[in-house]
């Protein structure tokens, strides 16, 4: 079954331990990325990565990091996560550019206290 | 500057009825597409909409695309209760860099 999985669903931390939410595909994309979900602001892009070792910022990539050492994984880490992080992320993958249909991920809730 | 504006943001309509919601920009897209997104789940996509003036149909839903690329609509005929979810615009500028821009989203209830 073609899908996107994000491990974990859910995850509460605190302020400053460095976590990272794991993004894996098996559809053979070349576009993912990575947004945040909030009331009343909509879809975020965070980082997006058009192919391996590509990687470039989105609207609000301040305080995440990203990696693609391979084309079907993307993970998003949090060197130090803040309380302003708290939030529903979602990863996405697409066949070639964003303009594709995007496959979202579940979803990863996570909360910062 | 929200980029892609969608209205209303909030909808809540008696089954059987016809609704429209709207995206608009002030930038010109060359593309634009719609998703839902239900409670829980990612958004799933309903059709990306690519021509200036195109019109697609999906069952009871109907997509159009603005003749200046500038905003799209979205109209519900005869709405059910299993329309009910988050109705995402989302579009790359045309001209643009790779990233892609979504509206807030209209959060649609439709009553049994």
């Known amino acids: 079954e073609a899908q996107v999985t994000q491990n974990p669903r859910y995850l509460i931390t605190v302020t400053g331990k460095k976590l990272t939410v794991t993004c894996s595909q098996n559809?053979?994309?070349?576009?993912m990325s990575w947004y945040r979900q909030d009331p009343g602001l909509g879809l975020r892009q965070i980082y997006y990565?058009?192919?391996?070792?590509?990687?470039d910022k989105g609207d609000v990539p301040e305080g995440y990091k990203v990696s693609r050492k391979e084309k079907r994984n993307f993970p998003l880490i949090l060197e130090s996560p803040s309380p302003n992080q708290t939030s529903l992320y979602f990863c996405?993958?697409?066949?070639?550019?964003?303009?594709?249909?995007?496959?979202f991920g579940p979803g990863t809730r996570l909360t910062v206290t | 500057t929200q980029l892609l504006e969608q209205s209303p943001q909030f909808l809540s309509i008696q089954e059987g009825e016809n609704l429209t919601v709207y995206c608009n920009s002030s930038s010109v897209f060359s593309s634009l597409q719609w998703y839902r997104q239900e409670p829980g789940e990612g958004p799933v996509l309903l059709v990306t909409v690519v021509t200036g003036g195109e019109v697609k149909k999906l069952k009871r839903l109907t997509f159009q695309f603005g003749d200046a690329r500038k905003d799209s609509s979205l109209h519900i005929t005869a709405a059910q209760p299993g329309d009910t979810g988050l109705y995402l615009c989302a579009g790359v500028r045309f001209g643009g860099d790779d990233k892609i821009i979504f509206g807030k989203g209209t959060r649609l209830h439709i009553l049994p």
């Open positions: 990565s058009m192919n391996v070792e590509v990687t």
């Open positions: 996405a993958s697409s066949f070639g550019v964003p303009a594709d249909e995007q496959y």
């Open positions: 559809m053979n994309h070349e576009y």
